[in-house]
């Protein structure tokens, strides 16, 4: 049984920083083997792709209204992916989940449960 486990949001308030935590563990899991990203989900909104690293630590970004402000990064002894958000804003206001995506099998995904960021003064 593979797990993420996310960690880290809370209430901030607007100019704020958070760093999401997501660890990874499960019999046969090979952290090192997998893409990970990060995605979220606002209320009536739909769930988006907000930053994606490599398994060799290639970083990707999707969402522009988060560039220059979020950095994602993976530590592969400790089997997790970061997300360190600066300067947040009340529209980063969402719940934030990790997915993990198996090289070269992409049907193997896995998801974790999701932790909630509050941007609000």
């Known amino acids: 049984q593979v797990q993420l486990v996310e960690s880290g949001g809370g209430l901030v308030q607007p100019g704020g920083s958070l760093r999401l935590s997501c660890a990874a563990s499960g019999f046969g899991f090979t952290f090192s083997r997998y893409a990970m990203s990060w995605y979220r989900q606002a209320p009536g909104k739909e769930r988006e792709l907000v930053a994606g690293?490599?398994?060799?630590?290639?970083?990707?970004t999707s969402a522009d209204s988060v560039k220059g402000r979020f950095t994602i990064s993976r530590d592969n002894a400790k089997n997790t992916v970061y997300l360190q958000m600066n300067s947040l804003k009340p529209d980063d206001t969402a719940v934030y989940y990790c997915k993990a995506v198996r090289d070269g099998l992409s049907s193997r995904v896995y998801w974790g449960q999701g932790t909630q960021v509050t941007v609000s003064s």
């Open positions: 690293i490599t398994s060799a630590g290639g970083i990707t």
